[in-house]
């Protein structure tokens, strides 16, 4: 099984700054053939189910603001908030689908806004 | 708009059975695989079980193979998992889960219902 590891664990970052999260798998997600990483980034808010936030590691779903981002490739991957809200408290992972059964998430990354 | 509103979850004893729900609006539900994912209570997320939009194939977590079983009707937008010999460690909230490509099977998560809790009590 893909086992993904997010670090770090938990971080606290100023309103206004930028937050960096990282994820790394622990064998590549990138699909030659297409040339596509076939990573997902989650965030979840308390008592909200988890939000899309972007997949093919780096393409934004539909409605997600530009602030978040999404880069990396084959196994070290990172999601990166700009201009850090309010809203943006939430705990955020990480997901494989490249090889499947299983899908697996990483640990999640509890982020907090000072 | 998706709406996936799930249903089911109680408090059951160990051993015990139950049956979960999904009603599914919105999007053209048998153009699309579905899937369930679980959240223990304070714990990250667990994908559980996935079924093609045609119900062709399905898939399980192996933690529990052999005892879930997820299945889907296209006639009426809905999507089931039947839990049986439950355990206390599949207590958790239970997501209804909706793929985000059309028609395939390796794709990403892109609408999440609410979530029904289910408790198993020892």
């Known amino acids: 099984d893909f086992v993904m590891t997010q670090s770090p664990d938990s971080l606290a970052v100023s309103l206004g700054g930028r937050a960096t999260i990282n994820c790394k798998s622990s064998q590549s997600v990138l699909f030659s053939s297409n040339n596509k990483n076939y990573l997902a980034w989650y965030q979840q808010k308390p008592g909200q189910p988890p939000k899309l936030l972007i997949y093919w590691a780096s393409t934004r779903e539909s409605g997600v603001p530009d602030r978040f981002s999404g880069s990396g490739s084959g196994t070290d991957f990172t999601l990166t908030i700009s201009s850090l809200q309010a809203e943006d408290a939430a705990v955020y992972y990480c997901?494989?689908?490249?090889?499947?059964?299983?899908?697996?998430f990483g640990q999640g990354t509890k982020l907090e806004i000072k | 708009e998706v709406q996936l509103v799930e249903s089911g979850g109680v408090v059951v004893q160990q051993g015990g059975s139950l049956r979960l729900s999904c009603a599914a609006s919105g999007f053209i539900f048998d153009d699309y695989t579905m899937l369930w994912v679980r959240q223990a209570p304070g714990k990250g997320l667990e994908w559980v079980s996935l079924?093609?939009?045609?119900?062709?194939?399905?898939y399980y977590a192996d933690s529990v193979k052999g005892r879930f079983t997820i299945s889907r009707d296209n006639s009426k937008n809905s999507l089931n998992l039947q839990m049986t010999s439950l355990r206390t460690e599949d207590t958790a909230l239970y997501y209804c889960?909706?793929?985000?490509?059309?028609?395939?099977?390796?794709?990403?998560?892109?609408?999440w219902g609410q979530g029904t809790l289910v408790t198993v009590s020892s």
């Open positions: 997901q494989q689908y490249y090889s499947i059964p299983p899908y697996t």
């Open positions: 889960v909706k793929g985000g490509m059309e028609m395939a099977t390796i794709t990403w998560f892109d609408n």
């Open positions: 079924i093609t939009w045609d119900g062709g194939a399905t």
